[in-house]
């Protein structure tokens, strides 16, 4: 157990019965009012946001979380294979854990895995992966004066929509969280 004053982003509490993600947490003290901590939060089972605020000083349950880095092997169609890189312990873990960010994971990739015990919360890939475009229409030369865009597929099977001089067989690095094309990575 610990109070409002321990809440930090990136740690996990036990709200309503369910296991919530801190994203933010801002103490604020209104006027002659009693102070509050305003918290905005992630469920980790549903992926859903909100925001609550807490009394200063209320007792909130934390849960014990531990982070730790895998290398993802392949899909048995089921569930994602993933490898431990220093016992090479294989487990299987739900492709629903990742989200959106699936659509970016390629094998041997390395993602984040936070644990309480033995369950699995939630699976992250880094912030950026490079990825190489397996198909695109052709650029033109002169096509870098716009801002304008096209789509491609890169080798997960995604869709990123990319600036028009960027050719098939080139690398682009592709923001995870939003699925963005960020720029051109020279090999």
Known sequence: MGTTSDLRPGAVIKY???????????????GNLRAFY???MRNLRTGK????????????EFVRVERRKYQYLYNDGLNLIIMNPENFEQ?????ELLGNQINFLK???????????????????????NLRIQHTEPGLKGDTATNAL??????????????????EGDVIRV?????????????
């Open 38 to 40: 305003q918290v905005k």
């Open 107 to 129: 094998e041997n990739e390395t993602i984040e895995v936070s644990f309480e015990d033995t369950t699995c919360l939630s699976a992250e890939l880094p912030t950026s992966v």
């Open 150 to 167: 096209k789509p491609a597929t890169v080798e997960t099977g995604a869709t990123v929509s990319v600036p028009l001089f960027i050719n």
């Open 49 to 60: 946001l909100s925001e609550n605020r807490f009394r200063s000083g209320e007792s909130i």
């Open 16 to 30: 309503n019965g369910e296991n919530c993600l801190v994203l933010e947490s801002e103490h604020r003290t209104p």
């Open 91 to 95: 487990i299987p873990i739900d492709p």
């Open 175 to 187: 923001d995870t969280r939003t699925g963005a094309y960020m720029e051109r990575v020279k090999e």
